[in-house]
């Protein structure tokens, strides 16, 4: 009989006893209830649907322009959540982008927006970029999302070569000009060079405060109108163009004193250098030898015609019987001379007529505006990556977008500082290769225990809730999703035939020692028991107290693939 992998799973799951000694959590999805216009992605079982690989292509030659490919799957390096899945590139040297749309358009006027989310680089980051983009609702098409595509907020890291910065990009709607104007933020932070987790949060206030916080930890802070930190608000004062510099206007601080003469004993002929006179010629200096001489392994070719070619000239090399004293005509070396005085200029004083450095005046700037209130941002309507890297395996996870700090730090506390302990405890035990780097995770057998016991957690969560569809809305849930049944009443079966057989076995057994249990004494063996523990992570009360159209594929077992497009 052949089973399914459901069977096959929940019969390993029974007989596996192999203790699991790793210091790894098990993962468990975060379900604390959030605002409603909050969003948050971790990347369970059903988010591979939402998450739509880009299909736009060149115009010149109908190339697909963004080839890199994309998965959701578990870290592969320091993995210290067993089950926990996320957003991964998995294209070296490629253009990668995947966006979704929000389930609600997302408004921030007078409120609020906090944007977090996790970064781990698994193979480092030697050039390229892991930030996220809020796009705008208006023009925003999933299976078009390109670097064209109209964006309110960049966020997040990028590197390559000796730049290391967090992006923070806001664009504002410009109603004169009809179009978003693009702001950056100036002196932008470092971004975390670690193949451990990161966790990148940023702020923006209705005071139009901001923070950018990197596990927690506040690393810029400002004013989208400070000038010191964005160039959005514009000047009170302008300089006025039209107005010119008086022509009786004096700026030369410094003028040449007119009373001044030239000394009588200055004299300008003396050179610079001159010979000097105490040199004297050293004693084995041979100057009838030339320092140079021909090379005599520099041949005259037998094909080498003068009167085509030019007159052949043997090629000079230095004189070996020169190595240890000099050759050739002895010059005198030079010295400075110590009674140049060179031009003489007459010495400058303050000038008596100075006002000073001339300005043209400012007049009130026609353009300025002091009700702008740049966080109001146009409605975001999706979120997107649109990344160039040289590198792989870059995961996301745990992304954040709603207008409550609490909410963001809670969901840190109890997912991002967990899962960064373990792995920090991971790193402990690790080896580097040449780069210092830690080599991706190896598959072991003390492992198959997790993945089992994570493909039926999946399955059970699953089953769940399209048992509670089905109840909510039976005819469209078995009309619309009948593979599901099949799915799940297959699997049920399975595991009920399975266990029915197992029982049999067992009494059988039982009855072949009971009929031979007269004449044979069976000493009874002590039952042996095996517990499974989880350590626990200790919880943070305060985060920052720590230093074509198509669907991202997803199975439902421990390894998932994009798949091709």
Not at 205 to 210: C, I
Not at 267 to 296: F, G, K, S, V
Request: hydrophobic fraction near 35%; charge should be negative.
């Amino acid at each position: 009989m052949k089973l399914d992998l459901g069977v096959i799973a929940v019969i390993a799951a029974i007989f596996i006893t192999t203790v699991d000694a790793s210091a790894t959590l098990k993962y468990r999805p975060y379900k604390e209830p959030l605002s409603p216009d909050s969003f948050f992605e971790q990347f369970d079982s059903k988010s591979a649907s939402r998450w739509i690989p880009s299909n736009a292509r060149k115009v010149e030659d109908d190339q697909l322009s963004y080839v890199g490919e994309w998965a959701i799957e578990e870290s592969i390096v320091l993995n210290g959540v067993r089950g926990d899945r996320g957003l991964v590139t998995k294209t070296e040297a490629a253009l990668h982008a995947v966006s979704m749309k929000l389930p609600n358009v997302f408004d921030n006027t007078n409120n609020t927006l906090v944007l977090q989310y996790e970064v781990k680089l698994q193979n480092g980051l030697n050039c390229g970029g892991a930030y996220v983009k809020l796009l705008s609702q208006e023009g925003f098409d999933e299976d078009k999302f390109s670097d064209g595509t109209p964006y309110l907020i960049m966020f997040g890291p990028d590197r390559c070569g000796d730049q290391n910065k967090v992006h923070f990009i806001i664009k504002t709607w410009d109603d004169e000009k009809k179009e978003l104007v693009e702001h950056q933020i100036k002196a932008p932070p470092m971004m975390k060079m670690v193949q451990l987790t990161s966790l990148y949060t940023l702020i923006v206030e209705p005071n139009q405060n901001f923070e950018i916080r990197i596990n927690g930890e506040i690393v810029r802070s400002g004013n989208l109108l400070n000038s010191e930190d964005f160039d959005i608000l514009p000047p009170k004062e302008i300089i006025d163009v039209n107005d010119v510099k008086p022509d009786d206007w004096v700026d030369e601080p410094l003028v040449e004193d007119r009373n001044a003469t030239k000394p009588d004993d200055w004299d300008e002929t003396e050179p610079y250098l001159i010979d000097d006179p105490n040199a004297r010629i050293p004693e084995d200096w041979d100057e009838e030898a030339p320092d140079q001489i021909p090379d005599p392994n520099y041949i005259k070719p037998d094909d080498w015609d003068d009167e085509e070619d030019g007159i052949w000239e043997p090629r000079l090399i230095d004189n070996p019987a020169c190595l240890n004293h000099g050759c050739g005509k002895w010059i005198r070396p030079k010295i400075k001379n110590p009674k140049y005085r060179g031009k003489w200029r007459r010495p400058l004083m303050e000038n008596p007529n100075y006002i000073g450095e001339w300005e043209p005046r400012k007049i009130p700037n026609p353009d300025y505006k002091d009700d702008i209130v740049p966080s109001n941002l146009l409605p975001i309507g999706g979120i997107g990556f649109e990344l160039w890297t040289m590198d792989k395996n870059i995961l996301f996870d745990n992304i954040y977008l709603g207008h409550s700090i609490e909410e963001a730090e809670k969901i840190g506390n109890d997912t991002f500082i967990p899962k960064i302990e373990v792995e920090y405890e991971l790193l402990g035990s690790k080896s580097t290769d040449s780069d210092g780097m830690v080599p991706a995770d190896k598959p072991i057998y003390s492992d198959l225990y997790n993945n089992v016991m994570d493909y039926i957690g999946r399955f059970l969560y699953d089953l769940q809730e399209y048992v509670a569809d089905v109840v909510e809305a039976p005819l469209k849930t078995l009309g619309g999703r009948p593979g599901e049944a099949v799915f799940f009443s297959s699997i049920m079966i399975g595991v009920f035939g399975t266990v029915v057989s197992l029982w049999t076995i067992i009494l059988n057994i039982l009855g072949s020692l009971l009929g031979s249990f007269f004449s044979t004494t069976v000493k009874p063996k002590t039952k042996s028991t095996i517990k499974y523990t989880n350590k626990k992570a200790k919880k943070h009360s305060n985060l920052e107290t720590v230093p074509e159209k198509k669907s991202i594929s997803s199975s439902v077992g421990s390894d998932t693939h994009a798949k091709k497009r």
